[in-house]
């Protein structure tokens, strides 16, 4: 299986904090991504990086991946209370019409 | 993008009996992906539903347990058939785009077995 791991499980910050969620993974891919998932609704996607980038921006989101290292980090800066909810990795062997691979997530609150 | 309408968004059931979920796609889509999420876990694909032929299931789910209808390219069923209280999880459905690699998600489903 290549699902991926997320650390740390939980993380707690406050309002106006950078948030640094990691993610590591087992098997050679195509793309990682990013979704968000609120109250156990359904994921939001967040941003998408391919396996020859290094970095991506979008917004106050700052994603990097080391294929060396199987990992991946999501950054959030200047965190909202609105940023509240699980963030979970996902790995695509393939591009397109492959099934998603979800990593184990990281819950995070922040604190106004 | 898409919009998919999920339904229904939450229920209760006895033990043994059995629960269709419904996703309505508002564009043609071919893959549509079927996952569980057991409680503060993360999500599990149950089986990836091609339209005019049969789902292919992971290992661990089986036809039996969750049937899968696709009857066109915008609509699909989950039936979670038997339930036991280890059924009680939140089971989503997603779709890929022609022009994308990012998934939607419907609302999901979260299902509790008594």
């Known amino acids: 299986s290549q699902q991926g791991e997320e650390d740390p499980q939980a993380l707690s910050i406050q309002e106006g904090e950078n948030a640094t969620m990691n993610c590591s993974y087992k098997t050679s891919i195509n793309n990682l991504q990013w979704y968000r998932q609120n109250s156990g609704r359904g994921l939001v996607h967040l941003i998408l990086?391919?396996?020859?980038?290094r970095e991506k921006h979008s917004g106050r989101l700052r994603v990097t991946l080391d294929t060396s290292k199987k990992s991946s980090s999501l950054l959030i800066t200047a965190s909202r209370a609105a940023d509240t909810a699980s963030y979970f990795c996902?790995?695509?062997?393939?591009?397109?019409?492959?099934?998603?691979?979800f990593g184990k997530g990281t819950r995070l609150s922040v604190i106004a | 993008s898409a919009v998919i309408s999920q339904k229904p968004s939450r229920d209760i059931c006895q033990r043994g009996t059995s629960l269709t979920i419904q996703c309505q796609v508002d564009?043609?889509?071919?893959?549509m992906f079927w996952y569980r999420q057991q409680p503060g876990q993360s999500l599990t694909l149950i089986a990836t539903?091609?339209?005019?032929?049969?789902?292919?299931?992971e290992s661990g789910f089986v036809i039996d347990k969750f049937p899968i209808s696709r009857p066109n390219l915008t609509f699909s069923t989950l039936t979670v058939s038997n339930m036991s209280p280890e059924d009680s999880s939140i089971y989503l459905c997603?779709?890929?785009?022609?022009?994308?690699?990012?998934?939607?998600f419907g609302s999901g489903t979260q299902l509790s077995v008594l």
């Open positions: 990086i391919r396996s020859n980038e």
């Open positions: 564009s043609q889509v071919t893959m």
């Open positions: 997603s779709v890929y785009t022609a022009t994308n690699e990012k998934l939607f």
């Open positions: 996902a790995t695509a062997w393939n591009s397109g019409n492959t099934p998603l691979v």
């Open positions: 539903a091609n339209q005019g032929s049969e789902a292919t299931y």
